[in-house]
């Protein structure tokens, strides 16, 4: 997740590790896009990357179409990209 957000050029990317505190997931990716175009580019970035190279799909996403804000939830990880 981190990497594809960064290969669409997200920044103050951080991935926290949330094993053992935590029973909704495991990890949560956070990163910011300098605009709602670039923040829906980041979260399409990175469901196409779990999807073609890991056959994973969000089971929830929210915030897609305004682009302010776009959670993926993946279970064992969640994507979070800010404007």
Known sequence: MAEA???KKATDIVIV???GLVDYTDYM???TGN???QTKAIS???RRVLKEDHRIM???VEGERE???VLLDFLDAVAHVFT
């Open 35 to 37: 605009t709602p175009r």
């Open 5 to 7: 957000a960064a290969d």
């Open 17 to 19: 590790d949330l094993r």
């Open 29 to 31: 990716v956070i990163c």
């Open 58 to 60: 969000p089971r929830r």
């Open 67 to 69: 682009g302010e804000w």
């Open 44 to 46: 399409d970035e990175i």
